[in-house]
């Protein structure tokens, strides 16, 4: 295999598990605001917390709530597989 399409195949599995990376940590913030009193081990919950904030925070001040019910980490789930798709198309196949 050629040494291109090792790197194709790597910025590939890059974007694919940064993506993942970022899906986890919102859906355990979203897990973790639901239980009252929750803390998470070994400073995870800081760690939840700045990975997935400057994602929400823009969509949250952009998008008000409905009914008392926040849809920013929908709304960012949605988004993140777009970009994803997105930066996976303008990838060239390996040959």
Do not use: H, Y
């Not at 409905?66 to 798709?85: R, V």
């Amino acid at each position: 295999m050629c040494t291109t399409c090792l790197l194709i195949v790597f910025v590939e599995a890059f974007i694919n598990v940064l993506a993942w990376a970022l899906m986890v940590a919102i859906f355990v913030r979203v897990i973790v605001s639901w239980v009252p009193n929750l803390k998470l081990p070994f400073g995870l919950g800081d760690f939840v917390w700045n990975v997935s904030e400057p994602i929400l925070g823009p969509i949250r001040r952009a998008i008000p709530f409905f009914g008392g019910i926040d849809f920013s980490p929908f709304i960012a789930f949605l988004l993140i597989q777009i970009a994803t798709s997105v930066l996976l198309r303008l990838l060239p196949q390996p040959v």
